[in-house]
């Protein structure tokens, strides 16, 4: 599967911003998809994902009350709603997907499959 990350831009402290990760190729339903984002000098880290079968979501501290994960597997395509960001939130957004296991890992090694990234920068 190839994924392709979108939606990323420069916004303001509070505001809102919809990230959106398209996957071409089949069985697209079959995948755990997370996001995972890198601010500078930092290590990847996981932000929030989904599983593959009963669309259940997990999510990170940081992720917690502001942000949300969807799908849609008629569109191939799974959403990242983050809402009253924060400075600390600027990173690339990468979106990622995994099909050997149902609970989407919270360790970037778990993934074969990455989009190319997408820039988010909240400014003060």
């Known amino acids: 599967v190839q994924l392709q990350a979108s939606g990323g831009g420069l916004v303001q402290t509070g505001d809102s911003l919809r990230l959106s990760c398209t996957a071409s190729?089949?069985?697209?339903?079959?995948?755990?998809i997370s996001w995972f984002r890198q601010a500078p000098g930092k290590e990847r880290e996981f932000v929030l994902g989904i599983s593959r079968n009963t669309g259940t979501t997990y999510y990170s501290d940081s992720a917690k009350g502001r942000f949300a994960i969807s799908r849609d597997n008629a569109k191939n395509t799974v959403f990242l709603e983050m809402n009253a960001l924060k400075p600390e939130d600027t990173a690339v957004y990468y979106c990622a997907a995994d099909r050997t296991v149902a609970t989407p890992s919270s360790s970037a090694s778990g993934y074969y499959y990455w989009g190319q990234g997408t820039l988010v920068t909240v400014s003060s």
């Open positions: 190729g089949s069985a697209f339903g079959t995948y755990s």
